[in-house]
């Protein structure tokens, strides 16, 4: 069936380090692809999209690399703190034109920031 | 700008009651999900609305349902309550129109079912 999966569930790096965090998707008439942080209590809280027609997208401190050849989604934080402690989930919009309103999610990976 | 809001924040019912949960989406946001999040399952897609009528629908039985008002409010209804129904229930709005697909959560109702 359709799935999104992540291959670490927990991911342990030093402060200020480089944090790199990877996701499995199945579907090849995925459109979008989001990359959501929750916290303990909270919602899941956006960190950054894109699109199948893009292979990059950069934010603040976060990059999110896309390659539909074998299906990967990686998400790349830089500087690490330890704000950044949380579960992240990688999802992706299943549908054609993106409107569906359908994410199907990741099993999350949890990043443990060290001081 | 006001956030998603999800009432109530905690629910405790027992089995075989029914309950329902309510969610503010975004002013202007017309495109309401619903997400049932465990720790075994993950987040998993339950519904959208999308001006009143659901637009799409996910793998759970017919006890859970939903519907949306002509504010955009949406509540979600499960029916004979079961103990694997506990779980963080989750709703995410958006403009659900054009090329907007940001989708934005609330912080949840966690329902436990004894």
């Known amino acids: 069936g359709e799935s999104v999966g992540l291959h670490l569930p927990t991911l342990s790096v030093q402060e200020g380090d480089n944090s790199i965090i990877n996701c499995a998707y199945s579907?090849?008439?995925?459109?979008?692809f989001i990359w959501y942080k929750q916290e303990s209590g909270k919602g899941p809280q956006f960190i950054i999209d894109?699109?199948?027609?893009?292979d990059k997208r950069q934010g603040q401190r976060v990059t999110v690399l896309l390659n539909k050849t074998v299906k990967h989604l990686s998400l790349q934080i830089a500087a690490t703190q330890p704000g950044d402690s949380a579960v992240y989930f990688c999802?992706?919009?299943?549908?054609?034109?993106?409107?569906?309103?359908?994410?199907?999610f990741g099993q999350g990976t949890t990043l443990q920031v060290k001081p | 700008k006001a956030g998603v809001t999800q009432t109530p924040r905690y629910l405790i019912k027992t089995r075989g009651q029914q309950v329902t949960l309510s969610c503010s989406p975004i002013?202007?946001?017309?495109?309401v999900s619903w997400y049932q999040q465990t720790p075994g399952q993950g987040l998993q897609f339950l519904f959208e609305?999308?001006?009143?009528?659901?637009?799409n629908k996910g793998n759970f039985p017919g006890r859970f349902s939903g519907r949306q008002f002509s504010n955009s409010r949406s509540e979600m209804n499960v029916s004979t309550l079961e103990l694997g129904d506990s779980a963080l229930y989750l709703c995410?709005?958006?403009?659900?129109?054009?090329?907007?697909?940001?989708?934005?959560f609330g912080s949840g109702t966690r329902l436990t079912v004894v």
């Open positions: 995410a709005s958006r403009s659900g129109t054009g090329a907007n697909y940001g989708y934005t």
């Open positions: 579907n090849s008439a995925s459109d979008y």
């Open positions: 894109i699109r199948s027609n893009m």
């Open positions: 999802a992706e919009n299943i549908g054609g034109s993106g409107n569906t309103g359908k994410l199907i």
């Open positions: 002013s202007g946001h017309r495109s």
């Open positions: 609305y999308f001006s009143e009528t659901q637009r």
